[in-house]
């Protein structure tokens, strides 16, 4: 048999996806598993995309043009606007998720062993679509203890050599929930100033800001904006993820000139999606805030409740739907195994992503987890009370060691 | 400004989409383009897949399993039962479009510096999926005089090496409409097998077979399952290309997990797109056969109407529903451009694909065009008509010429 790829046998992973096999097995034991381990939204499409679907009037369903639709582009190039983004339709590219508009982008600009710095822990996929292009990743990591914080600039700097091509953040947040601020944002645009390199900027999750804080995007920072590819989708905005519509933003035209060489060879984003998208955009204000102020109540009732927890630590995210905990485990991810394979409360369990693979640095991460906040606060207190039980028994957990220690301060 | 990829720069333009924005000029003018030049079907989408899309009962768009939804899945087993294809739903992974699913087979196969042989002129984006993945692609050349037939054993054999991992056929034929007899199939095979090599076999055409001559499958030849990695998409047989949904289907299971990981970092393909092509499988049986014969109608039309052309020559293309034909021209790009800016027929015009851009050698197909009969029958005769009269005044014509000589031998 010919051999297959060392490509594909680098590839890692989905630290996300890779249990899904236990969870199935728990399931058909009849055992009821809280998913917190995707960012798959619980709740609604807008009816506007619904309707849009069921309303298709068309006899033959075409290619739309590579760049995607244009009353699609013209209508997010508005959206925008509202956020001070300064971009018009013919800077937006629509892609089949924001996932090949993370991959198109590197195609475009990075080279077989071009590098990026990355801080960590990261969306973990960033490091499959690095693979995809021969790029390699260079992690600076942020520490829990710190809330996730940006890495001093100092750390960036150690890392760039003149391979390196680019800083991809995303911001805010996937997985720590963290927003950079307006300071760490004009340090990054210093850094990317001063060494002439691309600025990645994930912002897929901009409406889910939650401290009041600022959303500064990598398009307000003056003077590098021909080095800004920015990435969007609309999966989480409008719990859209099955519909895979994404958009690779730019002002650089011989970065546009090369993406659209990758858009053309795939011919099209998806038809319905995009017209769906464009629907979504027209979604009733109250259906935004309703599903805000929903994440806004999970985020204080999750975060409260882990800290409440012994052992476990949460930082407060202040946007996404997602936070990074650290549990008192030997090692998360045989913990977040072991919940599938080898524990029930009252016949349920939990579906945590283990950190360590939001790190591209081996041993990173391990003892953390990544929770999605995308169930109901009845179903959060639920998971809240299965990982409180569960560590009291999981025989890697230092529960014990902790309350004993805790007692003999007392 | 940082710089942009070569690898980008490498990625050829679209020879079916390049000329768009002159096409674009034209119709600014008022000027009607008929469009030969890509397969997009003008056929109805089957009223099965409309209804499934219009009768969305889901309140959230979610992503599917990144393998593909599993009632669609083993729908399309037994589909290909029909072709005596024998795999099961656990061989087939849904794709975004036939695109992704070529992009993957060579992302999983093959690594940079790889090498496959392809029959040429062959499918323009197979060239660009070549780049995104690093590998090269080395053309055997079949010639128009022998109506595209698979070139000798021993011109494939001739560009072996150790860097040689596949052979890549698409059956039948894009953009040549040929389908490879049985006897073509197993020299195929023969090679397959003697080099131990993959044997990527593009068969989206397979309805669109006219002349009685049987379908051989690559799934059909004995002894190579393992080696066979089969492509496959809606878009064509159903008039679905707007929903982008393909399949890549492989016995090999160490394939399969190296696909599988490209899949889950996309995490899904569209869901609704599933969900139309899935319902397209019941299409009614008068559906596919109304639009065979509509096809059988046209090619009839189109290949009589060019041979009546001086100086033009289309061999009988077999299945699909494209054909190569050469013209009395200078240079085919040339006068493809020529058409859409400075000709016109009661202000009419045609829009075709030069072949140059189906040949990854330079020099190769100069005088050749691909044309797609996705056109009904009076708008294929108008077609005609205008390429008549365009060969007659075009300044690289040598029709004059021709006729000429036909006279004087007369």
Redesign the interface.
Known sequence: ??T??????L????PI?KLGPLADKAKEKGIKVYHLN?G??????PPE??NA????D???????P?EGIRSFREKLAKYYHKFKIDVDADDIIIT??G??AV?FSF??????G?EIIVPEPAYA?YE??AI???AIIKPVTSKIEEGFALPPVEEFEKLITPKT??IMICNPNNPTGYLYTREEMDKIRNLIKKY???LFSDEVYREFCYTGAPYISAFHLEGIE??VVLIDSVSKRY??????IGALITK?K??K???M??C??????????QI?AEASLDANPDYMLNNYNEYVNRRKFLIDGLNRIDGVYSPIPMGAFYTVARLPVDNADKFCSWLLSDFELENQTLFMAPASGFYTEPGKGLDEVRIAYVLKKEDLAVCLKILEEALKVYPGSKVRQIVANNESVR
């Open positions: 048999m010919p297959v790829s060392d490509r594909g046998k590839m890692p992973d989905s996806r995707i798959q939204p619980d709740l609604p499409t995309a619904l679907i069921k309303n298709i068309r006899m033959i369903l075409e290619y739309t590579s089949t998720g996932s090949e991959t195609m475009s600009c990075l080279d077989p071009d996929n499959a679509f995809v292009a021969g091509k680019g002439d390199l691309y021909q080095n719990s859209e993820c099955g519909l895979r650089n011989e970065v000139r090369n993406v060489k990758f053309q060879a795939r011919l099209s984003a998806p038809l319905i999606g769906a």
